[in-house]
Structures are given as structure tokens and as C-alpha cells.
């Protein structure tokens, strides 16, 4: 099947104006037959840390409009978004799967951003997700989790497809391009990263989305510009090469 990843800016926590920005972007990249759409993490608001501001319960505008556009478009469409799951409580940072057929599936990130103070306005989940899409195995991460490999690892078997929405800000950007690289090879798997691109909230981003191939080459990719990048995966792929090249199971 064909994955698409939208790399874009982000108008800053003005969930209106992204929506109306966002919408065409992911009109065209279903016109060119994928059947997964990437956003990028907090796609409406970009990643603020006035929560008291972007948050919204479970269902809110930003889930809204995912469901929207898939059922629009009659394709899988996903990014994150700060959500409440426990009123009174900090949100999740949950990347939100909306299917074409209503279906939406949740992942709060696990990993908060310490260094960049994502310890008191979010919460942590503690759960992974994985959705089988059309055959393909899919497991869903948000960001800072890219860089911790053994949670990746843990489901290498199970995973043909590692898909990693970002808001990794440029000064790191060579950091967020190896990883994506290693994650793929290492786990002999697809890799798929949403980054944005433009500024907000004092950081600069220069988008570096890709898909990467269970051998770690770059199939698609994108730097500085809102882009859409478009590349063919196939689960069959992915079991070929592990069985080509069996080290999994030397772990």
C-alpha cells in the first residue's frame, strides 16, 4: 500500500486555522492512493505547553476533525493531539488513528520530554498500540519515544510498520534522522516519521520527515518546506528481508 506523511507548519494554538490549512493537504495526500495519512504531534496547536489552553477531552475538535477526514477521504488519517482522559487531571499527548469507517484507535505517549519540561502538563501513558491496517502491522509512537529502541524492539516480530509522528525541533535534527535509520534497520521494519516544519513557541523545526525501509534506505523524504511525501510499503517486504537476513532472532 502507499503511505503519505504531511509535513507542515503549525499556526500557533489556533485550532481553526490549522484545520482549514490542514484539509487540503490531506485531500491531496489521498488523491495520490494512500491509505494512511501522517500528521504531524499536536498537529492543531503545535506543542505548547499551556494546556490549560490546547487541551481537550477524549472526542474534542482536533479527534474531530482526524474522524472527519478519514471518513471525507475513505482513508486512515492520524496525529497527535493533548487530550484529557480524567477530568482534573494533566492530558495525554495521544496520537489519534482515525479510520475511514469511523474507527479510531488512541496512543498516549509514553516517553515525556523531560528536558523540555513535558513532565507537568502532560500525563504518561503506559500502554502500546499496534493496529493492523489492510494487513499491515502498525504500531504508533509520538516523538521523544524514537529514541528509546528497547520499547521497539519488544515488538519487532509483531511490527511490519513504525509509524512516529514529531514536533523535533532542528537544533537535534541529525539526531532525529539517525534514529529513524536505526530504528528501521535494527528492527528490520518500515519507519515512517511526521515532523513539522516552521517555528513555534521559541523552537525552530526543519521537518527531515521520512519512510524508511526495513534495510534503512530513505524511500521519501523532506527538509525546511511543508512537503508531502508518498512511498509504497508492503508487509511481504518486510518478512522477506527478516528472512533473508534472520538477526532477530540472534537478540
Excluded at 20 to 45: D, H, K, N, Q, W
Excluded at 57 to 63: D, R, V, Y
Excluded at 123 to 145: F, H, K, M, N, Q
Excluded at 191 to 196: E, K, L, Q
Amino acid at each position: 500500500m502507499k503511505v503519505a506523511v504531511v509535513q507542515h507548519d503549525i499556526v500557533w494554538e489556533d485550532k481553526a486555522a490549522n484545520f482549514a490549512r490542514l484539509a487540503p493537504m490531506v485531500e491531496a495526500a489521498a488523491a495520490t492512493g494512500a491509505r494512511i495519512v501522517a500528521l504531524t504531534e499536536t498537529f492543531s496547536t503545535g506543542f505548547s505547553m499551556r494546556t490549560d489552553v490546547t487541551a481537550e477531552p477524549e472526542g474534542g475538535p482536533s479527534s474531530q476533525f482526524l474522524v472527519a477526514q478519514a471518513a471525507a477521504h475513505g482513508v486512515w488519517v492520524c496525529g497527535s493531539c493533548p487530550e484529557v482522559a480524567t477530568p482534573g487531571e494533566p492530558p495525554f499527548n495521544t496520537l489519534v488513528l482515525a479510520g475511514p469507517d469511523g474507527t479510531v484507535h488512541r496512543y498516549r505517549k509514553v516517553h515525556r520530554f523531560g528536558y523540555g519540561g513535558e513532565e507537568g502538563p502532560f500525563s504518561a501513558g503506559d500502554e502500546r498500540v499496534a493496529v493492523t491496517i489492510e494487513g499491515l502491522r502498525v504500531g504508533l509512537y509520538v516523538c521523544y519515544d524514537l529514541r528509546f529502541a528497547d520499547d521497539w524492539w519488544e515488538v519487532a516480530t509483531e511490527t511490519d510498520l513504525y509509524l512516529c509522528v514529531a514536533n523535533w525541533p532542528s537544533p537535534r535534527r541529525h539526531h532525529w534522522r539517525t534514529l529513524l535509520a536505526a530504528r528501521a534497520i535494527e528492527n528490520q521494519a518500515y519507519v515512517v516519521g511526521a515532523n513539522r516544519v516552521g517555528s513555534g513557541g521559541g523552537n525552530d523545526y526543519s521537518g527531515d520527515s521520512a519512510i524508511v525501509d526495513p534495510l534503512g534506505e530513505v524511500l521519501a523524504s523532506g527538509a525546511g518546506t511543508e512537503a508531502l511525501l508518498v512511498a509504497e510499503v508492503d508487509a511481504a517486504r518486510v518478512a522477506q528481508v527478516r528472512a533473508d537476513l534472520p538477526f532477530l532472532a540472534d537478540r
